[in-house]
């Protein structure tokens, strides 16, 4: 019997020796199980904010080097790691294929982020990291060695698809369903650069030229359509960072949904002879006639009839008066913007020696004149300013005489800055003397006469001032320090070159203020009216066109829409509601131009047709782009740059796409 029960002692020591190791794996898989899982858990959360930082950022700064950095940033932040890692091979930039680039923190974690610039398609960012795991009680089961916890994300941002140049919503020609959503009718060529996405067939009768990707949801091919290089427009084969456009087929565009714009402005009459009309919600069709210009101050206009342009020149544009050449101040444009379609509207100036008290310094002196405006946005004033006009030399001698200037008016312009050079150059440097206002209601009724100094001649109206000793007296100076607006300072940037002949001077390029535009859609401000770099806040004097159920688009070819929308619309230039927000308008819309007509900005018409109708329709060198049901081109066919980097919507924010 003793023999007997000192065998099932040892017996119970192996059963508790064998539970002993069910017990530690079971704690091993407890705690070290979790603790992997909280790690995975913190490892996955941090790669993610870093993937979307990465495109998150490159979108704000076009800047590759600073988005890797802020996503090591914000990874290590993440994950509580507060020293920078070391990276290999240093941040940088993708060029034809990707780049890579390592980082290492203090505790042995690595974050590894690929990066591919895809052209149209975007940038994508491919993180993955690890991190070690000191096992506690599952070491005792296994040989040693520390697992380490991986995770991944990647994120993509800027694809154009997304914000395309053109885009039909209509599924027509796909799925048995008759017609195309997209329609090219004659054997033109048809250029777009951006995306085109179409929910439908696509039906060309000649050449799509397309600098970016092709979306045709039930089409492999598209017949003669044309691939080109993103984003010059080069013929292929391509060169980085040019990227070749591909059609991909089964992808389906949905609406974006853009909200109402909000129409700040009681009830307008129709538009009369007043050239400048203000925004607001118009009961009747303007119907602008032909012969005449119109001015529009900033704002929403909601056409509840439609807008139709019979033969006039309609714009938002602030130009001076007596455009000069590009490269010669000297010499008028060839082709001043208010005088498109003859309706003799874009103004002129003399100046000349005169007698009077006061007398100026004697010797030869400079002038260039711009116009001026203020627009109101949410209550806050900002200030508009034109490129300056051509230049006028005086010659003052003699006693007791100062310089008069008389200023044939130009539409738009409620004052005008007078700039002087003492040094009687054209080449400047100009400061700013004095201002001029605008006294008075310009007409259109009567502008076949313009320009005139004096008198009722022409109907836009005119003014006059005499400088003397204490406008340009001693110790008058421009000065390059000083803010615009303030006596002395310098004026605003020159106009840029035509993109054709016989078309408009283009407005100056962006740049850091207070040089570029200051006047039109070129110009940025921050809330509260300061200049600042694009993208800004606030694009002052930015309009939009509000057309709802019951209202159509007519822009006929007989008379020009030039338009420009801004940062606080959304870049929409053209708005007419769809199924999201009812009731739709699902009219059937027109666009033409008789010589100038340019949109710049999205016109977007989710639920209705659009025929454009022929190229100048879009003769910009920045349009933005065109969202409508069905699309149809014919006559002279157009070139439409989609911009949204500069005038479209505001891409998508970065997102995870794995």
Sequence with gaps: ???????????????????????????????????????????????????????????????????????????????????????????????????????TFADGTTLTQVVSS??????????SASKTLALQFARIL?????PRVVASASSAVNGLVYTPTIAALNRAGCGGLPGSAITVANGGTLAIVGDVVSNGAISNAGTIQVAGDTYARCQASVSGLVEDCYPSGNSAPCTYPDKLGVVRTGYTYADPNYAPPVVVGGAQ????????????????????????????????????????????????????PAEPRVGDNTKLAQHPFWD???????????????????????????????????????????????????????????????????????????????????????????????????VGTPLNNNTGGCPVYSGGGC?????????????????????????????????????????????????????????????????????????????????????????PNGGCLNAGNGGDNYFFSGYQYNWLVVYEPGANNPPANSCANMMGAASDSAFIGLVYAPAASISIQKASTFRTDESGGVIADTLSFSGQLPTIIGDPDDYGPVPPASRLVS
């Design 1 to 103: 019997m003793a023999t007997s029960r000192r065998a099932q002692s040892g017996q119970a020591i192996v059963l508790i020796a064998l539970m002993l190791a069910v017990v530690v794996g079971m704690a091993a898989l407890a705690i070290d199980g979790s603790r992997a899982y909280a790690l995975r858990r913190d490892l996955q959360a941090a790669v993610d904010a870093a993937a979307l930082t990465a495109a998150d950022t490159l979108q704000q700064t076009s800047n590759y080097a600073t988005a890797e950095s802020a996503a090591s940033r914000i990874f290590g932040t993440n994950m509580r790691l507060y020293s920078s890692p070391a990276c290999a091979p240093g941040y940088g930039s993708p060029g034809a294929g990707p780049y890579t680039v390592t980082c």
């Design 118 to 127: 895809l052209g149209p398609g975007g940038s994508t960012f491919s993180l």
């Design 142 to 146: 296994s040989t040693g060695g520390n």
């Design 269 to 320: 009459a129709k538009p009369g002879s007043a050239v400048i009309i203000a925004p607001g919600t118009f009961a009747a069709d303007p119907a602008f006639a032909a012969g005449t210009c119109y001015f529009l101050a900033g704002g929403v206009y909601r056409w509840n009839a439609g807008y139709t342009n019979n033969n006039a020149f309609v714009s938002n544009e602030l130009k001076p």
């Design 340 to 438: 498109a379609d003859n309706v003799n509207c874009d103004g002129s100036a003399q100046v000349t020696a005169v007698s009077g008290p006061s007398p100026i310094p004697n010797g030869q002196w400079a002038f260039v004149l711009t116009s001026t405006r203020v627009a109101i946005y949410n209550g806050l004033l900002y200030t508009r300013e034109s490129a300056p006009s051509i230049c006028y030399g005086v010659n003052v001698n003699g006693s007791n005489r100062n310089v008069q200037i008389r200023v044939s008016n130009v539409p738009g312009a409620t004052a005008y800055n007078i700039y002087a050079a003492p040094s009687g150059s054209c080449n400047g440097p100009f400061g700013l003397a004095e201002i001029l206002p605008v």
């Design 459 to 547: 109907s836009l109206g005119n003014e006059g001032i005499v400088l003397n000793s204490t406008d340009v007296g001693p110790p008058f100076a421009p000065n390059a320090a000083a803010p615009p607006g303030v006596i002395g300072s310098y004026p605003p940037s020159p106009q840029t070159s035509p993109l054709k002949n016989n078309l408009p001077n283009e407005n100056a390029e962006r740049a850091t203020p207070p040089a570029g535009d200051r006047a039109n859609e070129n110009q940025c401000n921050i809330i509260g009216g300061g200049l600042t770099t694009c993208p800004g806040s606030v694009t002052p004097g930015a309009v939009v066109f509000y057309i």
